[in-house]
């Protein structure tokens, strides 16, 4: 089964410093890797997907399989990115089925 | 495009009643919809795999005779929680699959119901 780890609940920087949020991946086969953002008061949407290799509103995230890892980035953080930030996966012929990480509340403080 | 809703936002209802919430996929065609919950601080957890035209598919754990899904059309599902009981409380998120994106596993997320059972 698969199974994906988001240590850290809350992560604070301030504004202009960079981000990184850590999702950690157990699967035996090859995923497909998300990011997906909650803003305050809104529906879960995609950030981001490691198949597409883009930057979506300053985010990067690249899959690195030998660490099992897809670790979102960002160099400069700015308020409105404040959210809870959600790293999922879809294992392959999973039926396109998510298994999501805990989530992680990143607050940017000015 | 791609918006997914879901009626009713939030609903209270007493324990042992039954509840129906709707998933509508509004301006795309969906074969497959999933409905989640979550916990207030925790992340989602899936509990079932809704296919048009055939039987839902549950996650272990998930009680298929208590949570009612029905996927009779390309844009609608529901979700029917069945004698419901203060337990049951949570907020329900539906998401869909643009059938159309055959090669994407990208999901569309609906804003969630409130189920509150006294």
Redesign the interface.
């Known amino acids: 089964a698969q199974r994906v780890t988001q240590p850290e609940k809350l992560l604070s920087v301030f504004k202009g410093a960079p981000v990184e949020l850590k999702c950690n991946y157990s699967y035996s086969g090859s995923p497909?890797l998300?990011w997906?953002v909650q803003y305050s008061r809104?529906?879960?949407?995609?950030l981001l997907?490691h198949i597409s290799r883009e930057s979506i509103k300053g985010f990067t995230a690249d899959l690195n399989k030998g660490e099992t890892s897809f670790h979102l980035k960002k160099p400069f953080a700015q308020e409105e990115d404040s959210a809870m930030y959600?790293c999922a996966l879809?294992a392959a012929g999973g039926?396109?089925?998510?298994?999501?990480?805990?989530?992680t509340q990143l607050k940017v403080e000015l | 495009g791609a918006v997914v809703s879901q009626h009713p936002s939030w609903v209270i209802c007493k324990s042992g009643t039954s509840v129906k919430i709707e998933c509508r996929s509004l301006d795309f065609q969906a074969t497959t919809m999933f409905w989640y919950r979550q916990f207030p601080k925790q992340s989602l957890m899936l509990m079932a795999t809704s296919n048009e035209g055939s039987k839902a598919t549950y996650e272990q754990g998930v009680e298929k005779d208590k949570f009612l899904i029905n996927h009779a059309s390309l844009t609608l599902s529901t979700l029917t929680v069945t004698s419901a009981h203060p337990e049951d409380s949570s907020f329900y998120i539906c998401s869909a699959r643009n059938r159309v994106g055959q090669g994407s596993n990208e999901q569309y997320f609906g804003p969630g119901t409130r189920l509150t059972v006294t």
């Open positions: 497909e998300f997906y809104q529906r879960l949407q995609l997907r959600y879809s039926g396109n089925k998510l298994t999501f990480g805990t989530g």
